[in-house]
């Protein structure tokens, strides 16, 4: 199972790149639901079973299917690929760069600086306790979250209008 963890940990972080890096959004968002994928991937090799399964069929399924169809109605043409190449200046990543080094450091000694080796978090979390935490003492928050998705996808759609760009 560590073997599967740091395999699919590593098609998560190239594919994450592949994101961050390419200048076509629906490429960029097809590599994004690979990262999702392989993050799911990684939850099923820790023994989180439902965690890995609420990350398919949340975000790389319904959110990324979401982002694909506002990509594809806001109809970027060659302008914005434009734009997003001199956005892919070296100096311009500095910021985020270091910010990436730091978790990753964090993420080496959370793995590699505990004395018996073993993983944060070998505990499994069934169906019912997610929906309790959810529904429960959360239930405004999850609420929120829909508000908030429902307003940006309205939002998108008036941005992507054709009567709007003329």
């Known amino acids: 199972m560590e073997f599967a963890f740091y395999l699919s940990a590593g098609f998560a972080v190239a594919s994450t790149l592949r994101v961050i890096t390419h200048t076509n959004p629906v490429h960029a968002l097809l590599y994004l639901i690979v990262s999702l994928l392989a993050v799911a991937m990684c939850f099923f ?3 989180a ?3 890995g399964v609420l990350e398919i069929i949340v975000y790389a399924g319904a959110i990324m299917v979401l982002f694909v169809f506002v990509v ?3 109809n970027l043409g060659p302008a914005v690929a434009e734009q997003e190449r001199q956005w892919l200046k ?5 910021g985020p760069t270091l910010l990436s080094v730091l978790l990753l450091v964090q993420l080496l000694y959370v793995l590699f600086g505990t004395s018996d080796g073993a ?3 070998q505990q499994t ?3 019912k306790a997610v929906g309790t935490a959810l ?3 959360y239930l405004l928050a999850v609420e929120l979250a829909s508000m908030l998705l429902l307003a940006a996808l309205v939002a998108a759609y008036h941005l992507g209008r054709r009567e709007a760009k003329e």
């Open 72 to 74: 594809m109605m806001l």
């Open 45 to 47: 090799s820790l023994g």
């Open 125 to 127: 979390v069934d169906a």
């Open 90 to 94: 070296p100096g311009i990543w500095a």
């Open 49 to 51: 079973p439902f965690a």
């Open 119 to 121: 993983l944060v978090g």
């Open 135 to 137: 529904y429960g003492p």
